[in-house]
């Protein structure tokens, strides 16, 4: 089936914009993660979805920052009144139950001018 | 802080060495993952080693594990060109309930020479 997919590839907004990058998930998959990933660095965990539990939040850098998950699929974040600091790639990955490993998707490169 | 580091921070190898990265990590684990990134996009798992493993081959890729040390590394035998790309290691644990978290390193960037 198909992989993780992510949307859209890139963008490119004005500081001070609200952004919304959207993720589909590995169908089936109950867990889903974004990361955020800046240049030449590590992915920074941001939030995690695990069926119907409370999400945790724990990695969001700031109140800016939210997701949420529709259905315990698809899942969007969503970036207000963003910043040039905001400016990575982020990252979203899915996982089954109980699931170890974490299947990526191709990631959303956002640029804040 | 970052809960696993990988090192070296770049490695640069002629095709058909050996490469050896290496990460170490601090606190308690229940399995440790290798992920390769190409091009800054989406990571690809390449294989997982639980805390009670000591080694773990697949195909060109050997991952060894030492949790007295805190430490794992990863060989790729026999490099291809194809094999440039970044690699992290990340460090499984749960965090309470059902939550379960991946933390990642920065990262060795592997390059293969033709």
């Known amino acids: 089936g198909a992989g993780v997919s992510q949307s859209p590839s890139n963008k490119v907004t004005e500081k001070g914009k609200d952004v919304e990058l959207r993720c589909d998930p590995i169908?089936?998959?109950?867990?889903l993660y974004w990361y955020r990933q800046s240049l030449g660095q590590g992915l920074e965990f941001l939030i995690y979805?695990?069926?119907?539990?409370?999400?945790?939040k724990s990695g969001l850098p700031s109140d800016r920052f939210s997701a949420e998950r529709t259905g315990g699929s698809v899942s969007t974040l969503t970036i207000q009144r963003t910043q040039q600091e905001d400016s990575a790639v982020y990252l979203c990955?899915?996982?089954?139950?109980?699931?170890?490993?974490?299947?990526f998707g191709p990631g959303t490169r956002l640029t804040v001018l | 802080s970052q809960q696993g580091e990988e090192d070296p921070q770049a490695l640069s190898i002629q095709e058909g060495e050996n490469a050896t990265m290496n990460c170490s990590y601090k606190?308690?684990?229940?399995?440790l993952q290798w992920y390769r990134q190409n091009s800054g996009r989406g990571l690809v798992h390449l294989i997982l080693?639980?805390?009670?493993?000591r080694e773990k081959h697949s195909g060109r890729l050997r991952v060894t594990l030492d949790t007295s040390k805190k430490s794992s590394s990863l060989l790729i035998t026999a490099s291809r060109a194809a094999d440039t790309a970044s690699y992290f290691c990340?460090?499984?644990?749960?965090?309470?309930?059902?939550?379960?978290?991946?933390?990642f390193g920065k990262g060795t960037l592997l390059t293969v020479n033709p």
């Open positions: 990340a460090t499984g644990q749960n965090s309470g309930g059902s939550n379960y978290k991946l933390t």
């Open positions: 979805f695990q069926g119907n539990s409370a999400p945790d």
């Open positions: 990955a899915s996982a089954g139950q109980g699931g170890d490993t974490q299947y």
């Open positions: 080693i639980r805390s009670n493993e």
């Open positions: 169908s089936g998959h109950t867990a």
């Open positions: 606190t308690s684990i229940n399995n």
